[in-house]
């Protein structure tokens, strides 16, 4: 969808000048802070939560927690990044580091790693760790924490 934006010059990326540099660094951010909305939209909204919630339920938290969503869930997620791709123009690259960060963030903070507990309160500012999202899965079955930094910043953690 960036490629096809692109080549029809949409969004406002193509329509502002912006450094390319500058493009693709806030494609990511604000990809990552349509992610957290998207997350506490399917907590916050009872029919968005009973397809969201499938996620929620492993006993044994682990990486394959982190691919495990329903495929409406999926789709929606899809036509919600194709909309903000249309709106923004982001260069693909932009793109591509924002799903490789997604996925790689997801897998670790689903992982069923135990890290020091000094390490995760400073890993805690910068991105959301296992044991974090632990306690998302765990106690917070019903309200807001997404996979994202925001969720550090947005006071939605716990």
């Given at each position: 969808?960036?490629?096809?934006?692109?080549?029809h010059e949409w969004g406002l990326f193509n329509h502002f000048r912006v450094s390319y540099s500058l493009?693709?660094?806030l494609s990511v951010i604000i990809m990552d802070f349509v992610i957290y909305l998207q997350h506490v939209m399917f907590h916050a909204?009872?029919?968005?939560?009973?397809i969201h919630r499938m996620h929620h339920p492993d006993l044994d938290f682990d990486v394959t927690t982190g691919i495990r969503f329903h495929p409406f869930e999926i789709i929606l997620s899809?036509?919600?990044?194709?909309?903000?791709?249309?709106?923004?123009?982001?260069?693909?690259?932009?793109?591509?580091?924002f799903e490789v960060l997604l996925?790689?963030?997801?897998?670790?903070?689903?992982?069923?790693?135990?890290i020091l507990r000094g390490l995760d309160r400073?890993?805690?500012?910068?991105?959301?760790?296992?044991?974090?999202?632990?306690?998302?899965?765990?106690?917070?079955?019903?309200?807001?924490?997404?996979?994202?930094?925001?969720?550090?910043?947005?006071?939605?953690?716990?």
């Open positions: 969808m960036a490629i096809f934006a692109h080549e493009a693709v660094a909204i009872p029919i968005f939560w009973r899809m036509v919600i990044k194709f909309g903000v791709v249309v709106v923004m123009g982001p260069p693909v690259l932009g793109m591509v580091i996925n790689v963030t997801s897998m670790f903070n689903h992982g069923n790693v135990r400073v890993l805690g500012w910068i991105v959301v760790t296992p044991e974090m999202h632990r306690v998302h899965h765990s106690v917070c079955i019903t309200r807001l924490t997404p996979t994202s930094v925001l969720t550090c910043h947005c006071g939605t953690g716990f």
